[in-house]
């Protein structure tokens, strides 16, 4: 006999989270705009989300991975040239990318990109990363020393790593 109770679970409901384009801080640095939209504070640690405009010609992220979490890419605009393992691939708009965790990736416009590249991209579960994004800036900016970085790679879960197929890549573009 499977016997049940009716229990009246309380639960708080989520706020929605809207995030106005022209409202949104912005992170800016010689290689792209950041444009805040949601930390993991604000989703209840589901996600974070921001809006990365990259301009042509320009470095991107170096590869990395993170341990904790997915990282997710929807291209706006332009086009993404991504590394994804030992593997290099083109993004265009329209084209949906989710590299799991504990997967080198990097990315960048691609070369021929006149449009550089205009990219949505979510982690999840969500995770502090708006200050990384701030340092990011800094660091990029000369205002703070890149090893910033790697003194707080465990606190932003973001790894970096040698790739030398991604090397490769960036070396024949030079």
Known sequence: ???TTNQHIETVPLAPVLARGDQAETCADPSAVMTL???????????????????????????HFHTRGWELFFVLGGSL???????????????????PPNTPHAFRPA??????????????????RFDYLRLLGRVTRGEEPASR?????????????????????????A
């Open 81 to 99: 040239q991504v590394l994804l393992g030992e593997e290099v691939t083109l993004l265009s708009p329209g084209d949906f990318l989710a590299v």
């Open 37 to 63: 939209l949601a930390d993991s504070a604000q989703t209840d640690g589901a996600f974070t989300s921001y809006r990365s405009t990259f301009e042509p010609g320009t470095a991107g992220a170096p590869a």
């Open 149 to 173: 970085l790697a003194e707080t790679s465990e606190r932003f879960d973001n790894h970096y790593v040698d790739s030398p197929v991604w090397r490769a890549v960036l070396e024949a573009s």
């Open 1 to 3: 006999m499977i016997m």
């Open 111 to 128: 070369p021929d990109s006149a449009a550089g590249a205009d990219v949505l991209c979510v982690f999840t579960p969500g995770m502090d």
